[in-house]
């Protein structure tokens, strides 16, 4: 489900769920014991990556729709833990995006300190809206954040997936590179972040990515009900149903 590589005193934390690296519960836990594990090994940063030719496909819906009330409000709990930690990480944690990294995948990144994407005919986005979902609104104030409020609400109101080189123009993404060189230059621009005096980074660093960390102090259990609601609504179900049974009739 994940591979953890030391390249020296970086982390490569690659998400490795075959087919595509689809996001359900257990990943969700996986995910954040890898994120707390590098911070108790007091790694210099972290790398998070997929595989060539994809990141993440997003949620895990065929999965997800077989859960209970309760259980998908635990996903949802599960699912925010991890992108607070990732805002709050005591170093830095740059995304190496190999590929496609529709909405859930894309969240995860943008989340991060710094993109690094692969060329080519790739698209992400938060593409939550297209499949009946609607954007919880910490992912949004994060989206924001990165694209500024004209552009977030452009692409998440109709939940716009675009390319890479879009990606790169509106600033969802820092870098393009050629796609078997993302992780190695993830690595590299690390390192140059790292390069500067340590103290002076992480405090500078911590100071400019607090609002990042104040979005969650408005996550309280009622919030988390409201989604868990939009989640078992009709319309959603029913657009999420079609989608389960478009991907059924494509594996065939």
Partial sequence: MLEQIDHDDIREIRLARPPVNAIDATMMLAIHAALKKAADDDVSGVVL????????????????????????????????????????????????????????????????????????????????????????????????????????????VIGEMITADEALACGLIDELCEPEDVVATAITRLRGMLGVPRRAMLVTRKIARQPLLDIFEHLDENMVDEITDGWFSEETQRVLGELVESLGKKKK
């Avoid at 104030?141 to 500024?148: D, H, I, P, S, T």
């Fill in 49 to 156: 990556s997929g595989r060539p030719g994809l990141f993440s496909a997003g949620l895990d819906i065929p999965s997800l729709l077989q859960l209970d009330r309760e259980e998908i409000s635990e996903f949802w709990r599960s699912f925010f833990r991890v992108l607070k930690t990732l805002a709050g990480f005591p170093v830095p944690v740059f995304a190496a995006i190999g590929g496609h990294n529709p909405a859930g995948g894309t969240v995860f990144a943008i989340f991060c300190d710094r993109r690094i994407a692969a060329k080519g005919e790739f698209r992400m986005g938060l593409n939550e809206v297209a499949v009946g979902l609607a954007l919880p609104p910490w992912i949004f104030y994060a989206y924001r954040l990165l694209l500024g409020q004209r552009e977030a609400e452009r692409l998440a």
